[in-house]
């Protein structure tokens, strides 16, 4: 009786500080759930800008493109009327050459004209010896005058022509030079708009991979306060289960002794009236102890969905207590774990492969360490000595993340052992080996 109100009183004072720390739990998630919500609003709208970055380098890559055929169009012009100006001016060369020529020939017959002046065509006219040389010759004669002025005006205006060819190819090219220098000023202009527009975009990216890893790390930081307070959530439920089983047990407990008063009552006044022998006493119910389990052996590397009846136990001990007993003198609660006696300081090895979501201290379990194996599948290792890993490690199978202790206020050293699948407890028994 004593030790039921012992648990009653203890379930009385633990009650209210679990339900502190479920509320202090509670808020660090609604906290948390605030952030992830700021956090996505906010990648939206680096989205949206990065978008508008997007479209608009875009634009100006294309313009620079167009920019650019333009600009190899022009080269080729300028290429053309290079080419053009270097066959024009080989003619010029030419037709200068002839008319120094030319202009040779008619300086000699020039001053052969001015030193002769017209003495010859007068001896010409006078001599009318032979009428038929007189007119051929002066046919002649007056050919090759014409003939002469006709060059000459040939000549002048090849010159003038080139010279009007020229000038509009200095002009053309000209224009084409300038053509160019705004295109390559459009062109440089564009080269530094699109740097900006990069840098803003490499800003863009930036941002969003922080505000990312930040989002990832708030939802993990939920999925793991939300594992705790689940937890917690059970711990209470289990605990307020208790406590009534307790305050039943302990009602029970009163109403038996105060029977059993009456019933002494009666019988030392029965033995007061007659001599009789005194009632054995009642013996003493034996502990069946359990099976020894074992971690040795190969660890199992498949899914934990698949592990059923092949995983190692954590530990090397004997079962105090299997899942489904009696939990103390009330049949009424049950074990939904396992307790392995097992000597203190001894490493509890990881029975499969996971991320450790919770390693600290927890009312009822002491130092306590849940491996979450993925698919809502979780082991459970409490009343350790000292904890080997934190929340968020990744462990492998058989790694040691714990020691065995009497944490949680055990009255011996000893493991407890659970395994929950989608928050419903499981018969380790059932998924370790024999």
């Known amino acids: 009786m004593l030790r039921a109100l012992i648990l009653l009183a203890l379930s009385c004072l633990l009650g209210p500080a679990f339900a502190d720390e479920r509320a202090q739990t509670q808020q660090q998630l609604d906290a948390t759930r605030q952030d992830i919500a700021e956090l996505k609003k906010t990648l939206s709208k680096l989205q949206e800008e990065k978008a508008g970055v997007q479209k608009d380098l875009k634009a100006t890559e294309t313009d620079i493109g167009n920019l650019e055929k333009q600009v190899e169009a022009l080269q080729q012009e300028l290429k053309k009327t290079e080419g053009e100006l270097e066959r024009l001016d080989t003619e010029k060369k030419k037709l200068q050459s002839a008319r120094v020529e030319q202009q040779r020939l008619i300086a000699i017959q020039a001053r052969s004209a001015y030193q002769n002046g017209r003495e010859e065509y007068l001896k010409l006219l006078l001599n009318q010896q032979n009428p038929e040389k007189f007119a051929r010759t002066l046919t002649y004669y007056d050919y090759l005058s014409k003939a002469r002025l006709e060059q000459l005006r040939t000549f002048n205006e090849t010159l003038r022509q080139l010279a009007n060819v020229e000038k509009d190819i200095a002009t053309q090219q000209e224009q084409l030079l300038a053509q160019r220098a705004d295109l390559d000023s459009r062109r440089q202009a564009l080269e ?36 705790v307070l689940k937890t917690i959530e059970e711990t209470l439920a289990r605990q307020a289960r208790e ?90 609660a049950k074990w939904d774990g396992v307790m392995i006696s097992a000597s203190p300081g001894t490493q509890v090895r990881a029975v499969h492969g996971g991320r450790v979501v919770f390693a600290d201290w927890l009312r009822g379990a002491g130092l306590l360490v849940i491996l979450d194996h993925g698919n ?11 904890l080997l890993k934190s929340a968020g490690d990744i462990v492998k199978a058989g790694e040691a993340i714990s020691t065995v202790g009497d944490s949680g206020g055990q009255d011996a050293a000893g493991l407890y052992f659970a395994i929950r699948q989608q928050g419903r407890p499981t018969d380790p028994s059932q998924w370790c080996r024999g």
Do not use: C, I
Not at 250 to 261: D, T
Not at 303 to 308: G, V
Not at 376 to 386: A, T
């Open 192 to 227: 530094a708009e699109r740097g900006k527009r990069q840098q803003v975009l490499a800003k863009l990216n930036s941002d969003m991979k922080d505000r990312d890893q930040k989002l990832q790390a708030r939802e993990q930081d939920q999925a793991d306060l939300a594992k």
């Open 243 to 332: 406590a009534e089983e307790a305050r039943q047990k302990a009602l029970l407990a009163q109403q038996e002794a105060e029977k059993r008063r009456q019933q002494e009552a009666l019988a030392a006044a029965a033995a007061r009236e007659q001599d009789s022998e005194p009632a054995e006493p009642p013996k003493k119910a034996r502990t069946t102890l359990g099976p020894m389990v074992s971690s040795d052996g190969a660890s199992y590397g498949g899914a934990f969905s698949a592990a059923r009846g092949k995983l190692p136990w954590p530990v090397n001990g004997r079962l105090l207590a299997r899942f489904g007993d009696a939990r103390g003198n009330d049949a009424r």
């Open 376 to 386: 809502g599948y979780l082991s459970l290792y409490g009343h350790n000595q000292s």
